[in-house]
């Protein structure tokens, strides 16, 4: 852990100072792609008051954690990667961490309910990201307000929000602390014609807002979680929360693709599988990835396959000293001679602000509204990471053990050009974030498509050995991909159906396209795209 803080301080150190490469030019607009209206306004008023992308990100966090609670939260973790104007991608950890008290030999059956939750990061992951890297500019309440707002005075939530809290009022119903906050008194979701309120997280929002966030872990609010805890026969107690340590800094992992250079997520997330899936496209000629090209699909289903096949049967050994192993298994030459699933619904955002500063955030809660627990005095949904582990191999690397980190699929991404980052992106879904990344980012890097149109176009996600998901309207090559071993299959009839499904992800990107900065929201989802000074585009 004494490393892991030495080498935290070096990168903050190195973030400040290092002038290693002439600094990317601001283009004067901040642009924010982010899963609704809500939190993207929230980061575009920071930006205009003068704060940077990561004071941005903060408040779109917490704004998110308000407005679209199914699928991140206070009770959650947050992974951030950021690329400085001048500097190197750094991702700031933010996963969270068994409890200390998890038994041995638990069974699948004992992850249930105020069990299933790991020890919260997100609140230390966001005021460490303001502390060292915000602009200094906004003080950490200004960051916060937006949320509180929103949850104080309500919100009216979009189509696919609605459909989200439609699909699992039963299971919040089930939980008299879930239904008690995210339900009606009649038991019913939000109404399209009525703003939903959240008095009580609004409250554990100015508490934060007021006391810093280590009331979270040292605090009155850490003492309520514990005692929560404790009275629900939950794993997780005030030593957890009192230990938990800042949360690491660490270079990016890096590879390229053709002439661009790519940055992602290390373990324990799922970087590694899009860097290795891109050396797999990378091997194609250009032409054959075309769209129009009827060979694409088959292309890209293989590379999924491959890609979601190692990571399944070949997981990183080491979460902590990974540096080996992945440079292996993402060189060039490896990659050349390699010819589990869950819900997943989490969030994802990007954001530019007008200095150059590119940040993309993947933060979640796990499973759709996390546990469906909470603390009646909190407000908020614990997450359900405790289902992520490993169960029958102890010695798996992410089998379940006290202090263990989860297995995670987060895959923030951000892309350069002779060192100036021109493309952010990432997404929801589980193992379709990583299909989703490397789908959005091979067709805007190979020049296919502007971004909003690479974020819309149809997708395809591979589970190994079992099935070949294909999104309508992709005109699919059905007898080539059977010949190949696919077995082509329709996403699950319980997501939002429609022409594009929520199945396939939920990717919010900022692209740098004609020397300005634009952004895209998936129509999959609830987002939109703000620019400072502009609003909605």
């Known amino acids: 852990m004494r490393c892991l803080r030495v080498a935290a301080w070096l990168l903050v150190v190195a973030f400040a100072l290092i002038a290693c490469r002439p600094p990317t030019p601001g283009t004067g607009v901040g642009v924010v792609a982010a899963p609704t209206p809500e939190a993207a306004q929230a980061g575009i008023a920071i930006m205009e008051a003068g704060g940077n992308a990561i004071d941005a990100a903060v408040a779109i966090s917490f704004a998110l954690a308000v407005t679209e609670p199914a699928m991140s939260g206070l009770g959650g973790q947050t992974q951030i990667l950021l690329y400085p104007p001048a500097g190197d991608p750094l991702v700031i950890n933010g996963t969270s961490y068994a409890p200390t008290a998890t038994p041995e030999g638990t069974v699948a059956a004992d992850i249930v309910g105020h069990r299933a939750t790991t020890v919260p990061t997100t609140v230390r992951t966001l005021a ?8 200094g500019r906004m003080a950490w309440a200004d960051l ?10 309500g919100f009216i939530p979009g189509p696919f929000r ?50 810093g966030a280590d009331d979270f872990y040292r605090g009155a609010i850490a003492r309520e979680i514990a005692a929560d805890m404790a009275a629900n026969a939950g794993w997780l107690d005030l030593a957890d929360l009192e230990g938990l340590p800042e ?61 979601h096949r190692q990571r399944r049967d070949h997981p990183i050994r080491d979460l902590v000293d990974y540096e ?48 469906k627990v909470a603390t009646p005095s909190l407000g908020f949904l614990y997450n359900d990471y405790m289902r992520e582990f490993v169960l029958d191999d102890p010695s798996h690397p992410f089998a379940l053990r006290g202090g263990a980190m989860p297995y995670s699929s987060m895959s923030p991404t951000i892309v350069s050009r002779a060192g100036h980052p021109v493309l952010a992106l990432g997404s929801p879904g589980s193992a379709r974030i990583i299909s989703a990344v490397v789908q959005v980012g091979e067709l805007w ?32 090559d059905a007898e080539a991909l059977e010949q190949a ?53």
């Open 144 to 153: 916060l307000e937006p949320a509180h707002r929103y949850a104080e005075r």
């Open 247 to 307: 949360p690491p800094v660490l270079l990016a992992l890096e590879g390229t693709y053709r002439d661009f250079e790519v940055a992602t997520m290390p373990p324990p997330g799922g970087g590694w599988v899009v860097l290795q899936m891109l050396n797999l496209l990378e091997r194609s000629d250009r032409a054959v990835l075309d769209p129009a090209d009827t060979e694409r699909l088959l292309r890209i289903a293989e590379a999924l396959r491959i890609g």
């Open 485 to 537: 071993g696919f077995v082509l299959q329709p996403p699950r009839a319980d997501w939002i159906p429609g022409e594009l499904t929520a199945y396939f992800g939920g990717v919010h990107a900022v692209a740098l396209e004609r020397g300005q900065w634009r952004g895209a929201a998936d129509p999959r989802r609830d987002g939109v795209v703000m620019t400072t000074g502009r609003g909605v585009r």
């Open 445 to 476: 890097m190979d020049g296919f498509r502007g971004i909003s149109d690479a974020v819309a176009m149809p997708r395809i996600h591979v589970i190994p050995d079992s099935a070949l998901f294909v999104e309508y309207p992709m005109a699919a």
């Open 162 to 211: 609605r459909d989200i809290w439609d699909r699992f009022a039963e299971e919040l119903a089930a939980s008299p602390s879930a239904a008690a906050l995210f339900l009606d008194t009649s038991g019913a979701p939000p109404r399209r014609d009525r703003a939903w309120r959240q008095p009580v997280l609004a409250s554990t929002i100015q508490r934060l807002a007021d006391d």
């Open 324 to 371: 080996a192993d992945v440079r292996t298994r993402v060189a060039k030459d490896v990659t050349g001679g390699l010819v589990g699933e869950g819900d997943g619904h989490t969030t994802h955002f990007s954001v530019v602000d007008p200095d150059g500063l590119v940040v993309a955030v993947t933060a979640s809660i796990n499973y759709a509204f996390g546990a």
């Open 128 to 135: 460490y990201a303001w502390r060292q890297y915000g602009s």
